[in-house]
């Protein structure tokens, strides 16, 4: 699927987010294939919402999307260059919160995030790239073979994402990560929203459920505020 959309100009321009009384998120990402081009994307994308922020009914964060498998690089070139994205995001003086796959995300690497000035908080996991280490791609899909192999592979959201998310968010808070952790795949009941807090979560996002369950989604969510976090 990639990342389909009108693009943040066009977004921008139709005015809904500028309307909105509560505060939320914005999620941008480039897609552009070389570091320079990316960084390029990102100043561009920046200016736009420096030159409309003041145009918001309310306040919003921005959560830069460093992990999707689908855009065509490799995620990992991404993860080395977060802090780059984030001194230039830094100018729009709004939450910052960076979005990683546990697959291409060392727990060392994080660590690093903590000091970053611009760094509010971070969030996993993206989709996990087919093939990843982790989940029995036999068993879910009948094939090792991605069937989205001519479209660079795929990755998989749902139920078996639950648990390695947990684990990677445990293992980040016992390796001492203190900042915000934004926490979210396999949630498909109120008791997974538990268990990610218990591992450590700051809060959670919710994506399959609403696809595959979406009667669930107003109890989850009010279960989650119902619940104290870190």
Known sequence: MGLPNPGLRALLAQGL????????????????DTKKKRLEEIRIMI??????????????????NLSCPNTGHDPKELIKESAEQLDIAGRLGVPLMPKYSIASAPIEAMLELEHHPYCDAICVS????????????????????SPL???????????????LVREYISRLRDAGFKKPINGGGGILCQNDVTLY???????????????????RVKGIIAHANSLTWR
């Open 149 to 163: 192999a001519k479209f660079g592979g795929g990755g998989y959201s749902g139920k078996k994402l639950g648990p």
């Open 126 to 145: 993206n989709t996990l790239s087919f093939g990843s280490e982790g989940i029995d791609w036999q068993k879910v899909w009948g094939t090792k073979t």
């Open 197 to 215: 807090r218990d591992a450590g979560a700051s809060s959670v996002f919710l994506g399959s459920v609403a696809m595959l369950r979406p009667w």
């Open 47 to 64: 200016d736009l919402l420096v030159m409309f922020k003041e145009t918001f009914a309310t306040s919003f964060g921005l959560q830069i």
């Open 17 to 32: 987010w500028q309307e909105r009384k509560e505060p939320f998120m914005i999620s941008i990402a480039s897609v552009a």
